[in-house]
């Protein structure tokens, strides 16, 4: 499978080849081995890891604050559903209406307390609402930093235990001011030896200052 980076939306291609966007494509490189560990760049390298299909680096810089950042983001987010940002894919218009009963009544004033009074009407309003997409005011301030240049520092602190990434010099950083929604994942130490260690968690990611 050969994966191409893109700035638009996935479109899955024959021939075993998906196009992803940048978001996705930092979630694919954080799981698929590095070249430094193939080459034996790294003794302490997981066997498990070795099974994993061989990519390029992602790489991930430094702010002048030492916050994570992702220096080729490009601010232009794509945005999710309703449907999507509650995982409601997979739900019947009915259902989602449903499981969201508690939620509906200050969103819509003329919906029936009882789904059993829901006309098709009610529902195919409540199907199109789930159906448009969020505004970045309805997101929490962690969401909202998924689609800054500090999301990738988000997303790599997900992808590590808290231990690792305390071991590694990470530190997540939340509301640094009263006041402030800013989330982010600050490092401190040396930065070689995060790369080395990194690698040696079997994480194909290169961090520059």
Known sequence: MVFFEE????????????????????????GSVSAVAISGGVGLWPIKAASR???????????????????????????????????????????SAIELKDELFWRFECIDDDPQNWSERDIKEIAAWLDSQVELEDLGPWEVMKYTEYGAGLSLYESMSFKDAERLGFVLVEG??????????????????LNQNLARLGMNLIIAE
């Open 7 to 30: 700035s638009q939306d996935k479109i899955e291609k024959p021939g075993g080849r998906i196009r992803v966007n940048r978001r996705d494509f930092l979630t694919l490189v954080f």
């Open 176 to 193: 640094p001011m009263p006041g402030s929604d800013f989330v982010g994942l600050r490092f401190d130490g040396d930065i070689e030896e």
């Open 53 to 95: 299909p061989l990519a390029e680096p992602a790489r991930l810089a430094l702010d002048s604050e030492d916050y994570v950042i992702d220096p080729l983001f490009e601010y232009c987010p794509e945005l999710p559903t309703f449907r999507e940002l509650l995982g409601l894919e997979e739900n019947s218009p009915l259902d």
